[in-house]
């Protein structure tokens, strides 16, 4: 599978894309480690004449804690997030899903931004990112904006990202010494999951439960109000309306949610 | 558009077309067709090189971006006429059957190794989870890492 004709561009600085993609808009493609955006335009369901490659940008990969909070710069490797002691100490969830994206190769490549930026609802760094109440740093021609994660994930593959717009980094509050958890089922080790979930403190969030990464509101509220982990967990699928597919039926992935709630929630209090 | 890297510890200057995948430009421009063509879709390995040492899946690289970067296929992990030991080692222990995957497991085991150089049975699996044997001859093929790294192959 070959992808259709484009023609490539490096961008060296974030003011450098930021041109790019002034000039050529919804043209225009970003590519970091390129491994959501690639197979797409292998199977040509992506077609954009530019695309805008931002390995050049090292200013964009590093991962450093800061006023109480870890800032990771969004063209850091999934690989180098898993490695990195500074997140597994302060943001050890994240790293922890950095780390069982995909496989090795994958890990090698994909990037945190290029993942959150894709916003696939079946992504595990999307949910790990909205269960910790991380912000989004964007850069655009207007200069620069702040996302909560709450406010990133809109549908499927949609984020108020503007196609003159660059994630560039990722603020997660520092977590150290609060429990989380992190569960997903998949039909092969590689696989998306089919249902996930990430934890931390109480915060919970679902992975392909819906349109988007999903907070459990009524486990969260459950557990704010005192019910134990289990009856919380019960709680998971409320509101939700996963999709309905041949190896998973929307009854399925509810009990899913429940059941890996349950022991996310537990590996976080262990 | 012209892109120059490093291939096997040789400098390669060629003609591509902005859109060209690695694999492609490895087997169809350079000729080194150890590098396997499997799934296409970034799942099975059988086209895994290493990228600056690292294992990658060439069906989802751009060769534009290894330009400036070194790469490594099959072809040039021995030296001399001698086998890599890691290619010694999936021959001493039979890690093969039909043997389309193995020039992807060979790199993915060699990025491993580097990565963790004495690994468990258990950590060989995970690590070699990138890479489909249809032959499932998977067992030996976790020995053959074992053997290379030097430890008890027995599990």
């Known amino acids: 599978m070959i992808p259709v004709g484009f023609s490539y561009r490096r961008a060296s600085t974030v003011d450098e894309a930021l041109v790019l993609l002034t000039e050529h808009g919804d043209d225009a493609k970003l590519l970091a480690g390129g491994h959501s955006l690639l197979p797409l335009m292998k199977l040509r369901l992506a077609t954009p004449e530019v695309v805008v490659d931002l390995a050049p940008l090292d200013e964009l990969r590093y991962v450093r804690a800061e006023d109480g909070a870890v800032r990771i710069g969004a063209l850091t490797r999934y690989r180098d997030l898993h490695t990195d002691p500074v997140l597994r100490e302060h943001a050890p969830l994240v790293a922890h899903a950095a780390g069982v994206i995909g496989d090795p190769q994958v890990r090698h490549r994909g990037t945190i931004g290029g993942s959150l930026a894709h916003a696939d609802p079946a992504g595990d760094l999307p949910a790990a990112i909205l269960a910790s109440d991380a912000v989004l740093v964007t850069r655009g021609p207007d200069g620069e904006r702040e996302i909560p994660a709450a406010e990133f994930f809109v549908g499927p593959f949609t984020t108020p990202l503007e196609p003159d717009e660059l994630l560039t980094e990722i603020r997660v509050p520092a977590r150290a010494g609060i429990g989380w958890g992190f569960e997903k089922f998949t039909r092969r080790a590689i696989d998306w999951a089919i249902v996930g979930v990430a934890v931390v403190g109480d915060s919970v969030a679902l992975i392909n439960m819906g349109g988007s990464p999903l907070r459990a509101h009524a486990t969260e509220e459950a557990l704010s109000q005192g019910a134990s982990r289990a009856e919380a967990a019960e709680l998971a699928a409320q509101d939700t309306s996963p999709a309905e597919e041949p190896h998973a039926s929307a009854e399925y992935r509810k009990h899913l949610a429940r059941v890996l709630t349950a022991r996310a929630l537990a590996s976080a209090a262990a | ?155």
Not at chain 2, 5 to 14: A, D, F, K, L
Not at chain 2, 41 to 59: Q, R
Not at chain 2, 87 to 115: D, N, W
């Open chain 2, 1 to 155: 558009m012209k892109i120059t890297m490093e291939v096997n510890g040789e400098s390669r200057t060629e003609d591509v077309e902005d859109r060209t995948l690695l694999v492609h430009f490895l087997r169809d421009t350079l000729g080194l067709t150890a590098t396997n063509i499997g799934c296409d879709t970034t799942s099975c390995g059988a086209c895994t090189v290493l990228l600056d040492g690292e294992s990658v899946k060439s069906c989802t690289v751009l060769a534009a971006q290894a330009e400036g970067h070194r790469v490594t296929t099959l072809e040039g992990l021995g030296g001399n006429g001698e086998l890599h030991p890691v290619q010694s080692a999936f021959r001493e222990e039979h890690g093969l059957q039909c043997g389309f995957c193995t020039p992807g497991m060979i790199m993915a085991s060699v990025s491993l190794l580097k990565e963790n150089p004495k690994p468990n049975r258990q950590e060989v699996r995970e690590a070699l989870e990138g890479n489909l044997c249809r032959c499932t001859g998977y067992h030996n093929i976790v020995s053959a890492v074992m053997a290379a790294s030097g430890q008890e192959v027995a599990g």
